[in-house]
C-alpha cells in the first residue's frame, strides 16, 4: 500500500502574488485607457520558495494589455459566475498538478492552464470530441502516453492526464522556444503556429495575433485569456473575488490491485458509498477496474481506509462489469453553425442515427446550447453481467461468416467529400492530420476556398472503407490483410470500438 497526501493549502499562498508594476482591479479603469493593443506590462510571477523552473523550460512571463484587460473585465462582469466556479473546484487539483508540473521541470503557473481547458471539470466536452481536464482528443492523448478503451479513460484523471500535458507542452517549448507560441500551438496545432511564423516573419504571438490570419479567433483570444486567469488565480480577492467557497485539496490512499474489481462492490464491503471511491477514480467508466499483464493497477481510496481496502479486495473481484460500460451515445452541445448533417459526419454517423436517438422529426430544428445524444466514439457498450467470453464468440462466428463473403463497398484512396459548414481544419481534427498536409495533398494554396462537394485526399497512404450492415473491425481487417490495431490507430479509436454502419474507415497500407 501506498500513501498518497496532497498537502493542505492556505488561502494566502494561493491568493499571495508579488508583482513588480501596478495591476488593473476594478479600482483602476482608468488604467484601461493607458494600454494599447501594441502597448504590453510585463508582469513576473512569483515562485514559491522551494521551486524554481528548470532552464530549459523557462518562466511564464504575463504581458498586461488591451486584449488582457478585456477578458479581466469579462471574469468580473458577464462571466463571474464561471470564474468563481472554477476557483472554488482549483483548490482540490492544483497542488497535485503543480507537483506533476513540478516533476517535469515545467512552471507550475502552466496548471492555470486547465482554467481555460476545462474549468477543472473532469468530464469536460468540447465540439472536437476533446475530453478531460487539460482537454486531449483520442489521438494526441494516446500519443503522450494517456491510456483510453471501453473501460478507461486516462484524460478524465487529474494525475495521468497532467502527466501527459507536461510532456506535451514540453515538446512544444522546445520546439517554439516560447511559451505564448507554445500555448497557441497547444490550442491550434504546432504546424498553423510555424505557418503563421513564416507567413509573417516573425515569432511575437502578439504582432502574429494582430494578423488576419492564419490564426482563429480562438488561437488569438487564448493566450490573453490564459493571462487574464493566471492573474486573477494568482491574487482573486485583488480582482474581486472574496466569497469564494473553497474545495479541500485531494487527498487519498493508493492500494495495487491484482485482479479485475468492483468498485461498487468494494464500497459496500468497507461500509463507504460508491461515490466515495469512484470520484477518486474518475479515469475508470464504469464500477469496473480491469487487470492486464502490462501494467499496475492501483484504486485509490479515502485517506485512513487503505488497510482496509486491501483486506477487502478479495470480496470485490468480479470477472464481468456489474454495470452497463460506455454507453453507446455521448452528449453533445450544439454550436453556432451546426446541422444534424454536420454533426453526422464529425462523429460519424447518419443523421436518421441521431433523430433516433433524439427523437427528432425531420422538421425538427437545432438551437446553440441544445444537447443531443450522439452515438459514442469510443466503442461498444456491455450490458450488466455479459461475458466476455461470450463476446469474443459472437465476434469469432462473424469472422467465419465473413470469411465467405463478397465485399461491394467502394474503395479509393483516402477522400473526403467537403460538406457545407467544413472547413480545412475541421477536416484535419476529424481525419487526424494537420491543414498542412491536406494543403500538400491536394496541392492547395494558402488562401484556396474549398467549396462543398470537392473531393480531398485526406490520407498519404490508405484506402476508405464504409462501413455496411453485419461488418466489424475484425471481418474489415481480414479483408484488406492488415491487422485491427493498424485500423484502429489510423481512425482514432480502440481495437474493441463499435462502429456504425456508413461510418468512414481509413485502410492503412
Given at each position: 500500500?501506498?500513501?498518497?497526501?496532497?498537502?493542505?493549502?492556505?488561502?494566502?499562498?494561493?491568493?499571495?502574488?508579488?508583482?513588480?508594476?501596478?495591476?488593473?482591479?476594478?479600482?483602476?479603469?482608468?488604467?484601461?485607457?493607458?494600454?494599447?493593443?501594441?502597448?504590453?506590462?510585463?508582469?513576473?510571477?512569483?515562485?514559491?520558495?522551494?521551486?524554481?523552473?528548470?532552464?530549459?523550460?523557462?518562466?511564464?512571463?504575463?504581458?498586461?494589455?488591451?486584449?488582457?484587460?478585456?477578458?479581466?473585465?469579462?471574469?468580473?462582469?458577464?462571466?463571474?459566475?464561471?470564474?468563481?466556479?472554477?476557483?472554488?473546484?482549483?483548490?482540490?487539483?492544483?497542488?497535485?498538478?503543480?507537483?506533476?508540473?513540478?516533476?517535469?521541470?515545467?512552471?507550475?503557473?502552466?496548471?492555470?492552464?486547465?482554467?481555460?481547458?476545462?474549468?477543472?471539470?473532469?468530464?469536460?466536452?468540447?465540439?472536437?470530441?476533446?475530453?478531460?481536464?487539460?482537454?486531449?482528443?483520442?489521438?494526441?492523448?494516446?500519443?503522450?502516453?494517456?491510456?483510453?478503451?471501453?473501460?478507461?479513460?486516462?484524460?478524465?484523471?487529474?494525475?495521468?492526464?497532467?502527466?501527459?500535458?507536461?510532456?506535451?507542452?514540453?515538446?512544444?517549448?522546445?520546439?517554439?522556444?516560447?511559451?505564448?507560441?507554445?500555448?497557441?500551438?497547444?490550442?491550434?496545432?504546432?504546424?498553423?503556429?510555424?505557418?503563421?511564423?513564416?507567413?509573417?516573419?516573425?515569432?511575437?504571438?502578439?504582432?502574429?495575433?494582430?494578423?488576419?490570419?492564419?490564426?482563429?479567433?480562438?488561437?488569438?483570444?487564448?493566450?490573453?485569456?490564459?493571462?487574464?486567469?493566471?492573474?486573477?488565480?494568482?491574487?482573486?480577492?485583488?480582482?474581486?473575488?472574496?466569497?469564494?467557497?473553497?474545495?479541500?485539496?485531494?487527498?487519498?490512499?493508493?492500494?495495487?490491485?491484482?485482479?479485475?474489481?468492483?468498485?461498487?462492490?468494494?464500497?459496500?464491503?468497507?461500509?463507504?458509498?460508491?461515490?466515495?471511491?469512484?470520484?477518486?477514480?474518475?479515469?475508470?467508466?464504469?464500477?469496473?477496474?480491469?487487470?492486464?499483464?502490462?501494467?499496475?493497477?492501483?484504486?485509490?481510496?479515502?485517506?485512513?481506509?487503505?488497510?482496509?481496502?486491501?483486506?477487502?479486495?478479495?470480496?470485490?473481484?468480479?470477472?464481468?462489469?456489474?454495470?452497463?460500460?460506455?454507453?453507446?451515445?455521448?452528449?453533445?452541445?450544439?454550436r453556432r453553425g451546426d446541422s444534424l448533417s454536420r454533426i453526422a459526419y464529425k462523429f460519424r454517423t447518419r443523421i436518421?442515427?441521431?433523430?433516433?436517438?433524439?427523437?427528432?422529426?425531420?422538421?425538427?430544428?437545432?438551437?446553440?446550447?441544445?444537447?443531443?445524444?450522439?452515438?459514442?466514439?469510443?466503442?461498444?457498450?456491455?450490458?450488466?453481467?455479459?461475458?466476455?467470453?461470450?463476446?469474443?464468440?459472437?465476434?469469432?462466428?462473424?469472422?467465419?461468416?465473413?470469411?465467405?463473403?463478397?465485399?461491394?463497398?467502394?474503395?479509393?484512396?483516402?477522400?473526403?467529400?467537403?460538406?457545407?459548414?467544413?472547413?480545412l481544419s475541421v477536416i484535419a481534427r476529424t481525419y487526424g492530420v494537420s491543414v498542412s498536409d491536406l494543403r500538400q495533398?491536394?496541392?492547395?494554396?494558402?488562401?484556396?476556398?474549398?467549396?462543398?462537394?470537392?473531393?480531398?485526399?485526406?490520407?498519404?497512404?490508405?484506402?476508405?472503407?464504409?462501413?455496411?450492415?453485419?461488418?466489424?473491425?475484425?471481418?474489415?481487417?481480414?479483408?484488406?490483410?492488415?491487422?485491427?490495431?493498424?485500423?484502429?490507430?489510423?481512425?482514432?479509436?480502440?481495437?474493441?470500438?463499435?462502429?456504425?454502419?456508413?461510418?468512414?474507415?481509413?485502410?492503412?497500407?
Amino acid at each position: 500500500m501506498s500513501f498518497v497526501r496532497i498537502p493542505s493549502i492556505s488561502l494566502a499562498l494561493i491568493c499571495s502574488f508579488t508583482i513588480g508594476c501596478s495591476h488593473l482591479t476594478r479600482k483602476d479603469q482608468s488604467a484601461e485607457n493607458l494600454q494599447s493593443e501594441n502597448s504590453t506590462q510585463t508582469v513576473g510571477l512569483a515562485e514559491s520558495e522551494t521551486y524554481k523552473p528548470l532552464p530549459q523550460y523557462g518562466a511564464v512571463k504575463l504581458d498586461v494589455n488591451k486584449k488582457v484587460l478585456q477578458w479581466i473585465n469579462y471574469f468580473q462582469t458577464r462571466g463571474r459566475r464561471h470564474m468563481e466556479r472554477y476557483l472554488g473546484r482549483s483548490t482540490k487539483y492544483l497542488p497535485l498538478m503543480k507537483e506533476v508540473l513540478r516533476k517535469h521541470g515545467m512552471p507550475e503557473e502552466i496548471s492555470s492552464l486547465v482554467f481555460v481547458e476545462s474549468g477543472f471539470n473532469a468530464k469536460a466536452h468540447s465540439h472536437a470530441a476533446a475530453v478531460g481536464y487539460w482537454q486531449f482528443i483520442g489521438a494526441t492523448g494516446r500519443r503522450y502516453g494517456l491510456h483510453i478503451d471501453n473501460y478507461e479513460d486516462d484524460r478524465m484523471d487529474p494525475w495521468h492526464s497532467t502527466e501527459a500535458a507536461a510532456r506535451y507542452l514540453a515538446a512544444l517549448y522546445n520546439m517554439f522556444d516560447d511559451w505564448y507560441l507554445a500555448l497557441a500551438a497547444y490550442n491550434t496545432g504546432e504546424g498553423r503556429v510555424k505557418r503563421a511564423i513564416r507567413m509573417h516573419r516573425t515569432d511575437d504571438f502578439w504582432e502574429l495575433a494582430q494578423k488576419r490570419r492564419p490564426f482563429a479567433r480562438e488561437t488569438k483570444n487564448y493566450v490573453p485569456k490564459f493571462i487574464a486567469v493566471s492573474l486573477i488565480a494568482k491574487n482573486p480577492e485583488r480582482y474581486g473575488f472574496t466569497d469564494i467557497e473553497y474545495e479541500a485539496p485531494l487527498a487519498f490512499e493508493k492500494v495495487l490491485v491484482n485482479q479485475s474489481i468492483s468498485m461498487d462492490k468494494l464500497a459496500q464491503e468497507m461500509g463507504l458509498k460508491y461515490e466515495d471511491i469512484k470520484s477518486l477514480n474518475p479515469r475508470y467508466r464504469s464500477d469496473f477496474i480491469p487487470v492486464g499483464t502490462l501494467r499496475n493497477v492501483y484504486v485509490r481510496v479515502p485517506v485512513g481506509y487503505g488497510t482496509l481496502a486491501e483486506e477487502k479486495l478479495v470480496l470485490a473481484q468480479t470477472n464481468a462489469p456489474l454495470r452497463k460500460l460506455n454507453p453507446t451515445y455521448q452528449i453533445y452541445r450544439v454550436r453556432r453553425g451546426d446541422s444534424l448533417s454536420r454533426i453526422a459526419y464529425k462523429f460519424r454517423t447518419r443523421i436518421s442515427t441521431l433523430r433516433r436517438l433524439n427523437n427528432l422529426k425531420r422538421r425538427s430544428f437545432l438551437r446553440v446550447g441544445q444537447r443531443l445524444k450522439v452515438p459514442n466514439r469510443y466503442g461498444a457498450s456491455s450490458s450488466a453481467g455479459a461475458s466476455q467470453v461470450a463476446s469474443q464468440k459472437k465476434v469469432t462466428s462473424s469472422t467465419k461468416k465473413a470469411t465467405h463473403r463478397r465485399y461491394s463497398s467502394k474503395e479509393s484512396q483516402a477522400k473526403h467529400t467537403v460538406r457545407r459548414g467544413e472547413n480545412l481544419s475541421v477536416i484535419a481534427r476529424t481525419y487526424g492530420v494537420s491543414v498542412s498536409d491536406l494543403r500538400q495533398w491536394n496541392r492547395l494554396k494558402r488562401r484556396a476556398i474549398i467549396r462543398p462537394g470537392r473531393k480531398l485526399i485526406v490520407s498519404a497512404k490508405g484506402r476508405v472503407h464504409i462501413v455496411r450492415r453485419g461488418e466489424n473491425l475484425t471481418t474489415i481487417a481480414r479483408k484488406y490483410q492488415v491487422n485491427i490495431s493498424q485500423i484502429a490507430q489510423a481512425n482514432s479509436i480502440t481495437d474493441r470500438s463499435e462502429i456504425f454502419v456508413g461510418t468512414s474507415l481509413i485502410i492503412p497500407e
